[in-house]
């Protein structure tokens, strides 16, 4: 089970590529704007790596809380909670694809988390090293994501701190190729995201990614 949550996470966060345009398309280009002169690639990679180290650091922090309840024995509580997190990973299909607007009011969950974490990332811009710009990316890992909470959820029922860290990492790996082209301000990928049959195509995956898992723990 948990090797089939890393691979599903990370084509979550591959496929997911859409409303990662959508949610951090306008993150990475203000960050592209203040940055100092010099190659930007090296920041780009800053950025990501802190966003990679804040997902694990949210996966450690949920699969640590999930583990509170293998030591209560509430196993049932673990099987819905990854209950959840396959019907979440639908809803995010079927956001991606543009068949529901439901993701979008799920992610106004998140919003008094970030308006916590916002100002102490906004302290730390303009960017004037590489270094900051792995803390900016930290905080950056904060930002409500549908995405997000569907890994988050797999990671909270994995009842493990390391396997949480884990699953947002490979999730956060996934979506690597998608931010780190935005960054690099590719034209052709922006365009090729936004046609409609391959948000569609993700969408569908996503949906089946989501399904067979249910599939599979009814079986």
């Known amino acids: 089970?948990?090797?089939?949550?890393?691979?599903?996470?990370?084509?979550?966060?591959?496929?997911?590529?859409?409303?990662?345009?959508?949610?951090?398309g306008g993150v990475v280009t203000a960050f592209s704007m203040q940055l100092p002169p010099g190659p930007r690639w090296r920041y780009l990679l800053g950025f990501?790596?802190?966003?990679?180290?804040?997902?694990?650091?949210?996966?450690?922090?949920?699969g640590g809380l999930g583990s509170l309840a293998t030591l209560l024995s509430l196993?049932?509580?673990?099987?819905?909670?990854?209950v959840l997190a396959q019907l979440l990973l639908i809803?995010?299909?079927l956001y991606v694809a543009?068949?529901?607007?439901?993701l979008?009011?799920?992610?106004?969950?998140?919003v008094p988390v970030w308006r916590r974490v916002q100002p102490l990332m906004r302290r730390l811009l303009p960017i004037r090293n590489w270094p900051q710009s792995?803390?900016?990316?930290?905080?950056?890992?904060?930002?409500?994501?549908?995405?997000?909470?569907?890994?988050?959820?797999?990671?909270?029922?994995?009842?493990?701190?390391?396997?949480?860290?884990?699953i947002l990492l490979l999730f956060g790996i996934g979506t690597l190729p998608n931010l780190l082209l935005i960054g690099a301000a590719s034209g052709?990928?922006?365009?090729?995201?936004?046609?409609?049959w391959v948000r569609r195509a993700s969408g569908v995956l996503l949906i089946a990614i989501g399904t067979a898992r249910l599939i599979q723990i009814a079986l």
């Open 1 to 24: 089970m948990f090797e089939f949550d890393l691979t599903a996470l990370f084509l979550a966060g591959l496929l997911g590529g859409g409303h990662c345009l959508g949610m951090c």
């Open 48 to 62: 990501n790596l802190g966003r990679l180290l804040g997902y694990m650091l949210v996966g450690a922090i949920v």
């Open 75 to 82: 196993q049932s509580l673990k099987m819905v909670l990854y």
């Open 91 to 93: 809803v995010m299909g």
């Open 98 to 102: 543009g068949w529901s607007r439901l």
């Open 104 to 110: 979008a009011r799920i992610e106004k969950i998140g």
């Open 134 to 166: 792995v803390a900016v990316g930290i905080f950056w890992g904060w930002l409500p994501c549908g995405l997000v909470y569907t890994a988050s959820l797999s990671a909270l029922a994995s009842a493990s701190p390391v396997k949480g860290a884990a």
């Open 188 to 196: 052709w990928l922006l365009g090729w995201l936004r046609q409609l």
